[in-house]
């Protein structure tokens, strides 16, 4: 386990001549020259934290996620895993096990030795001195005895180990190290419940199982950090949420710190303790689901978080908290009226979201529109409503029989208002 601590990281990368003048920033060190993917990046991820970064596509969380794990190099800030600033150490020292998209696993070899491979592997990377503090200080003790028993190791009892492995167990050479990496190998298969699949071969495995493989195979190195790279972007959507409650039970029962990225907003919001939305490089807002929910610091977090998307209206503001638009007028609770006492007679972006939209009677303070889609779930039915050429998205209950081409009066509910600074896109209450 470790804290995680991202002190202003950028990253940059040299701008094409195909690279349009608006995608160009000025890097830290104030050249002109480069593409600027990560701006400002502050995030500090408690020990044991589920971390979700979650974004639009090309908005940086991957290559965050790349930068922590040693795979891209940082341009500027620091990055500290476990109070070690790990800037300049390879992948290998940073005690980091990562999960793909892709699972990545060795075609050529069994589940076993899948799960095994990075613990065969830990001694390339330990020190020619045998020196451990390095090791010690990033937080591997659980890995200790193994590391050492491997570094100890004769040549030959390796070569023995590798000249028998294919054979009937009663005729292979077990080394004090084989055994170690056996008794984890076997505990992570049991805990992913993939025990009778140890002897397959990726190709003999469905994607579930796959992507079991490659969870187990961080796992058994025991590292300090997970880095889950869309690891559920593969599946179906009822092996998706199986696969889902099963990462999360894990990491609440390892307690190991981790750092999930995707970009379905599904996950983030059930699989995270907390959520970091990502938006053309730099962080937007970090808070727990249901703050980013209720309490949203922008339009584009507003806009990102729920499903079907929130809807945006311009309203002119008349102290005290009023809002005005051609077609309805509507009081809002009196604890706007501080806020927008600056923006009386101003323009402002009205926010609500589908579900704070009910279907009411004619009254000044509701909305008329026309009913020009109609989609019934069977749990609800959501409502596509056309008003004077805007379009609102309404979520009401099964029972409401509403056709398409219906004259609607949609009743919007005061205390569930959002409202945004129309230039900057700025949460009025934030």
């Known amino acids: 386990m470790a804290h995680v601590v991202l002190e202003n990281v950028y990253k940059t990368f040299p701008a094409s001549p195909q690279t349009r003048s608006d995608d160009v920033a000025a890097s830290p060190s104030g050249s002109q020259d480069a593409l600027s993917v990560l701006r400002r990046i502050n995030l500090e991820i408690e020990d044991g934290e589920f971390m979700v970064l979650v974004g639009p596509s090309g908005c940086g969380k991957s290559t965050l996620l790349r930068l922590l794990a040693g795979l891209e190099e940082i341009s500027a800030g620091s990055i500290w895993v476990g109070g070690q600033r790990v800037n300049d150490l390879p992948p290998k020292l940073r005690d980091i096990a990562m999960v793909f998209q892709s699972y990545a696993l060795y075609p050529h070899l069994t589940v076993y030795d899948n799960l095994a491979f990075g613990l065969r592997r830990m001694r390339a990377g330990k020190p020619a001195s045998h020196d451990f503090s390095k090791l010690e200080a990033l937080g591997q003790d659980a890995n200790l ?83 889950m790279d869309e690891p559920l972007s593969n599946l179906d959507a009822k092996l998706r949420t199986e696969t889902r409650a099963q990462i999360v039970n894990l990491q609440r029962q390892l307690g190991i710190t981790t750092i999930y990225v995707t970009h379905d907003q599904v996950e983030a919001m059930t ?62 609770p009196s604890e706007w009226d501080e806020i927008l006492k600056p923006y009386d007679g101003r323009t402002v972006t009205l926010g609500i979201r589908p579900e704070h939209l009910s279907i009411s009677l004619p009254a000044p303070k509701n909305l008329e529109g026309q009913v020009i889609r109609v989609e019934s779930l069977g749990s609800e039915t959501y409502l596509t409503v056309n008003l004077d050429g805007e379009t609102l998205q309404a979520r009401i209950g099964p029972d409401q029989a509403v056709r398409m081409g219906e004259t609607v009066w949609l009743a919007i509910s005061p205390d569930k208002v959002h409202l945004f600074d129309p230039e900057t896109g700025v949460s009025l209450r934030a």
Request: proline share 8%.
């Open 145 to 227: 005895e193994l590391s050492r028993v491997l570094t100890e190791s004769r040549w030959w009892e390796d070569a023995l180990v590798s000249l028998t492995r294919r054979l009937p167990p009663g005729l292979r050479y077990i080394s004090e190290a084989e055994r170690l990496i056996d008794e984890r190998v076997r505990a992570v298969a049991k805990m992913l419940q993939i025990g009778p699949l140890l002897s397959r071969f990726p190709r003999q495995l469905s994607g579930g199982q796959k992507q079991r493989v490659a969870l187990g195979r961080a796992m058994a190195r025991n590292p300090q950090v997970f880095l």
């Open 271 to 332: 699989m995270g303790d907390r959520i970091a939305i990502m938006n053309q490089g730099q962080i937007q807002q970090v808070a727990v689901p249901l703050e980013l929910y209720q309490r949203p610091a922008n339009r584009f977090v507003a806009e990102f978080i729920g499903s079907p998307t929130m809807n945006f209206l311009p309203v002119q503001v008349q102290t005290p908290s009023v809002l005005i638009h051609p077609k309805f007028r509507l009081s809002i």
